[in-house]
């Protein structure tokens, strides 16, 4: 070996000697940076055990139902989210035990799938609510929701109600079932609430979406509790977020009309900060629920910790793959990094300026792991060279003669333990012991996710030249899509089976009288009442069965509350094992099943029934004070003449809710009228009544419509006289 390349190499283990003296350094100062939120942490939770939770119970959720239900509106922005959007409106209305919230959907015009699979969910779920923005998609996630809001603001107007919280959701996540309660029963001394959010683990390899798994659960399990009890600021995490009606008002003032920066890529980021600085409350709130059977559901494994895995808060995939990881990333990066130090600056608060370098330093210290990593890697293959080739030339370890750099690395050997250790309880309380364990290696995967997404990041700020013209960067959900078949109308149905002709159904709807096209076609005696329901569940995909209200067992009807019962239009039928079966004579939707299921704690399903027997069911099982004498007059006859099938079918065909005639009149919209059936009491008022107190209708149109009902009942009352 040449003297020169003896020499260059001496040089090249000296300049790594100074390197890693460098870097050493600045990973111990990173690592005091940790070390300090550590010790808070759990300094605070020993205080919290021994001095707060021995004087006083820890709550449960019991205090959460205590709380009456105030109006909730859900923002969902969707950008090409086929499938996904019907997925969560599904989920959220079996699962979530709050039944006082609407979902408004954000789509484009140019998104025309998304649009069309948004109109089938609200076909099914009439609280959820198609928004189109005003520009064509892709905009940023912050012009999305600004438009949400118009949406809801004008919903509110016509709804007759106030939006006690704003909640942001992607279409992606899963809602814990306690979730809006949390938020009611903290509304409106809150004027931010944000809760946990915990990504689904992958399979043990997947080391992309598994490092989404440790940092969410070290930051959402410690740091951000630190930071809240330090600062009295949150960071929103852009899901799992209630803003106060107060803090939408606020945003909306400082915005001329427009709550969200357009221009920022984390605009939920910014709003945290926005709110401390006009005084707001905000609050990190983990709680933690003590019934599994309200808590989100998911595998128990070892090590893991029934405070941390029943805690409220929101489930979703992230990206799988490396781009999209990447992309992801260096999104957050722009946003919080280089526009949040251009829009906020630093604050004059020294404790909040702490926790802006925290969410700064990332661009720093990324380059700094990826360094030290780049440099162990040198290290390792210096040693292994000396193993395999035991007789080659030795250098000098770049370790001796050098106490400094001895401490530094034990020193940083021992912070390092206690960073693998900290990432691990963390994820080991929610995921298991086995997720814990892999978050160790995890830790180097992330430090080259987060390096090339810096990388990222710092490029596209350098070529747009200023970072608040970097284009929003939208994570692909990896849900599939699931496209909804198109519905044949009820009419060519109805033709193509030979029951009417084209021109008595031309007939029926360009009748002068608004009915439905159904009731329409009874009433003229051009259809049966088991030909129209047998046709009307083959489009909805739903089961029918023959009805006869007067021969229901007592003891059935007693298993179904009047107030329910009533409210919903439903009468129990029939019971399977534990299921109880509903007969309606128009389609449940999903959210008031799920509210009627968690009320009376079983299952329930609902099928239809032919016109008008729910009605006179609900009639003569359920009388309400308000029933005239004509009215028990005909269902007594009814009763006496129970087996006459023809009788039942004739006066069937004149029975009417009021509900129903207002909303096919046109009187009053679907949605405005299940938003105000909501809070309805059939105990303590007509729904005429409570209409006009809603300020949903006029005591004119209440007239007009109870002059309609009038009608059509005078004809049953006729029919029943007859045989009486």
Known sequence: ???????????????????????????????????????????????????????????????????????????????????????????????????????????????????????????????????????????????????????????????????????????????????????????????????????????????????????????????????????????????????????????????????????????????????????????????????????????????????????????????????????????????????????????????????????????????????????LLVLLAMWLVTVIAPESWRFMSILSDSRLLSALLWLNGLMLANRLFQRGWFVTRYYGIFEGLLSAPRMMWSNFVNFFANLRALRQVMEMGDSRRVAWDKTTHEFPALTSPARTPLGHRLVEKGYITEAQLEQAITSPVRRRLGRELLLRGWLTSEQLVQTLAEQLDLPWAPLNPFKLDPQLIAKLPRRLATHYGVLPVEEDGDTLILASESPVSQVSLGVISRQLKRPVRCRLAPQGRVTLGLRHHYPSPWQKDETRDMLAVLERHQDDADLLDRVSKHQVMLGALLQVRGMVPVTLFNQALIDFDPERHSLGDHLIARGIITEEVLQQALEEQASEQQAAYDLTREVA
């Open 1 to 375: 070996m040449s003297l020169a390349f003896i020499d260059f190499l001496t040089y090249v283990l000296f300049g790594l000697k100074i390197l890693a003296i460098v870097l050493a350094s600045l990973m111990f100062l990173l690592g005091l940076d940790d070390l300090f939120i550590d010790l808070c942490y759990w300094t605070r939770k020993l205080y919290r055990r021994f001095r707060i939770y021995d004087k006083y119970q820890r709550a449960d959720e019991k205090r959460l139902f205590e709380v009456p239900e105030k109006p909730l509106a859900i923002m969902v922005p969707a950008w090409n989210e086929v499938g996904v959007v019907g997925e969560m409106a599904r989920l959220a209305a079996s699962t979530i035990d709050y039944e006082n919230y609407q979902i408004f959907v954000g789509t484009y015009p140019n998104d025309p799938q998304t649009q069309a699979d948004v109109d089938a969910v609200c076909l099914h779920y009439p609280n959820v609510h198609k928004v189109v923005c005003a520009r064509p998609g892709p905009t940023s996630k912050a012009d999305c929701l600004n438009n949400i809001i118009d949406a809801i603001l004008r919903f509110q107007e016509d709804a007759r109600i106030e939006f006690a919280g704003f909640i942001l959701h992607d279409a992606e996540d899963v809602i814990s079932p306690m979730e809006l309660r949390l938020f009611n029963y903290l509304l409106p001394n809150k004027d931010m609430i944000q809760i946990p959010v915990y990504p689904y683990a992958p399979e043990w390899k997947g080391f992309t979406a598994g490092h989404y798994v440790d940092e969410f659960a070290e930051n959402h399990g410690k740091d951000v509790i630190v930071r809240e009890a330090l600062t009295g600021q949150v960071p929103s995490a852009g899901v799992g977020t209630c803003f106060s009606r107060r803090a939408i008002s606020a945003l909306l003032e400082d915005g001329d009309g427009i709550a969200f920066d357009v221009q920022s890529l984390t605009e939920d980021y910014d709003i945290g900060f926005r709110l401390k600085q006009k005084g707001m409350k905000c609050i990190f709130a983990r709680y933690s629920i003590t019934d599994p059977a309200l808590a989100l559901k998911h595998e128990w494994r070892p090590g893991m910790s029934r405070a941390f895995a029943q805690v409220i808060c929101v489930r979703e995939h992230f990206p799988r793959d490396w781009q999209h990881a990447i992309r992801q990333k260096s999104r957050w990066i722009v946003g919080i990094v280089f526009q949040g130090t251009s829009n906020l600056g630093w604050s004059r608060t020294g404790a909040l300026n702490y926790f802006l370098w925290r969410d700064r330093r990332g661009l720093f210290a990324y380059l700094l792991s990826f360094l030290v990593n780049l440099l």
